[in-house]
């Protein structure tokens, strides 16, 4: 599986627009770029999946460059309720029969103030 | 989207007794998997449980000491053994329940005193 590369912590203001990159520099050609969130005393939450170019859903943007070496996970207009940890994921693909474990790294740490 | 029921959501434990984590899902799946996560750690792999057959352990994890049960298709439980107070920690589960995207349960807060 491909390892992952994020920033331990990232700080922001209620309104504010936060990208979250992550790097992969060795993700394979199968692999799919898969972005959770964890609040506290909560498991992970699916966010948003790609593959490549743009992925946009209620929550997020999910960007990826045409070298698929990273990943930017973008959130809009940001309250003090997405302060949550947010994990960047690499492997299986969307048609995966849930076979296989999710494998987490450090994750982001991102604080919204008010 | 499909719920994953975990129980307890906390306990608290006597060093040297055990704790079994029951975890329901609300539609069948082929794959569930216990995660621990440490306070302000992220998540480690402890197993991973299919219906049927003993379930497989990733390094550092024992059976003697994690026991897991997946008697059908919806349903799994991870027992702590013999606790410690390094065994205090966040206990998850977890299978997959759509066409992508993981679900996980609430997770299950011990304290070992």
């Known amino acids: 599986l491909a390892k992952t590369t994020q920033p331990i912590s990232m700080d922001s203001y209620e309104g504010q627009e936060v990208n979250i990159t992550c790097s992969h520099n060795?993700?394979?050609?199968?692999?799919?770029i898969t972005w959770y969130q964890q609040f506290p005393s909560q498991g992970p939450r699916f966010i948003i999946q790609?593959?490549?170019t743009k992925v946009t859903n209620e929550v997020a943007s999910l960007f990826i460059p045409a070298d698929r070496k990273s990943s930017t996970l973008s959130l809009p207009r940001v309250s003090l309720s997405d302060t949550a940890v947010y994990y960047c994921?690499?492997?299986?693909?969307?048609?995966?029969?849930?076979?296989?474990?999710?494998?987490f790294g450090s994750g982001t740490r991102l604080q919204v103030q008010p | 989207s499909a719920v994953i029921s975990q129980k307890p959501s906390r306990d608290i434990c006597q060093r040297g007794t055990s704790l079994t984590i029951q975890c329901q899902v609300d539609?069948?799946?082929?794959?569930m998997f216990w995660y621990r996560q440490q306070p302000g750690q992220s998540l480690t792999l402890i197993a991973t449980a299919n219906q049927g057959s003993e379930a497989t352990y990733e390094s550092g994890f024992v059976i003697d000491k994690f026991p897991i049960s997946r008697p059908n298709l919806t349903f799994s439980t991870l027992t702590v053994s013999n606790m410690s107070p390094e065994d205090s920690s966040i206990y998850l589960c977890s299978a997959q329940t759509g066409t992508y995207g993981y679900t996980f349960g609430s997770g299950t807060r011990l304290t070992v005193v």
């Open positions: 060795n993700i394979a050609t199968n692999d799919y």
């Open positions: 790609g593959y490549k």
């Open positions: 539609s069948q799946v082929t794959m």
């Open positions: 994921l690499v492997g299986g693909s969307s048609m995966d029969t849930g076979r296989r474990a999710l494998t």
